[in-house]
């Protein structure tokens, strides 16, 4: 499958534990996208990345997010002390450069539940 | 800021039958890309369709296809002959020129056999 995946797909934690979600994108696309979505909503963008270039941060990725894409293959998602209002599906997506760079592919999520 | 709106929370349609889903969007870019996506439960958003802005041809995928009307900024999405598969959330989606995808609250399909 050469889809972009996402792991874990779920996952349950403690208030202020921290955790760390991964995403690997559809091979040689240049631009990973991270998005929140809590229930009853649509996605919401966190932050993306050009190939390791970490471009743009949402007002939503508080100090406690941090995101990175070190060789500009898969990325992680960490969220430290993590708080019950970060129960969420954590979404991301990937667009390959140039023509039809504006689509974006997305994975199943990471479901996160804190405790 | 760019914003996109469905109006209709949920909607039922026979199976076999046509349905609209409705979006509206408000920007003040003149080139811009809208979709809709389609959320199964409990699996992936998968792209339906897509629509440039600069294009005045309103873009057809097999049953589905879209209704763009960009000076009114509506993008509306057709569903013939509807089938059980295509039930799940629908989300409209706007991508923004810092290439940002601004989601609708979405519109749950439920198909009725």
């Given at each position: 499958d050469t889809g972009v995946s996402q792991d874990p797909r779920h996952k349950i934690t403690k208030r202020g534990q921290n955790v760390t979600f991964r995403c690997d994108p559809i091979s040689e696309h240049n631009r990973l996208y991270w998005y929140r979505q809590t229930l009853g909503q649509g996605p919401e963008f966190l932050t993306y990345f050009q190939n390791e270039a970490q471009l743009e941060k949402s007002?939503?990725?508080?100090?406690r997010f941090s995101a990175e894409r070190p060789k500009g293959s898969f990325s992680t998602l960490e969220i430290q002390?993590?708080?019950?209002?970060?129960s969420a599906m954590y979404l991301c997506a990937s667009s390959p450069p140039?023509?039809?760079?504006e689509t974006q592919y997305f994975g199943p999520g990471t479901r996160l539940l804190v405790l | 800021a760019q914003t996109v709106t469905q109006s209709q929370p949920e909607m039922s349609v026979q199976e076999a039958e046509t349905v609209t889903l409705s979006c509206t969007y408000d920007t003040s870019e003149s080139d811009y890309y809208l979709f809709w996506y389609k959320q199964p439960p409990s699996r992936q958003m998968i792209l339906v369709i897509r629509q440039e802005a600069y294009k005045q041809q309103n873009a057809t995928e097999n049953r589905f296809s879209v209704n763009f009307q960009k000076a009114a900024k509506s993008f509306s999405l057709k569903i013939s002959?509807?089938?059980?598969?295509?039930a799940a959330m629908y989300f409209c989606a706007y991508r923004s020129y810092d290439d940002k995808i601004i989601f609708g609250k979405g519109t749950r399909l439920h198909i009725l056999p």
């Open positions: 007002r939503l990725l508080s100090d002390r993590t708080e019950q209002g970060d140039l023509a039809g760079g | 002959d509807s089938q059980l598969g295509d």
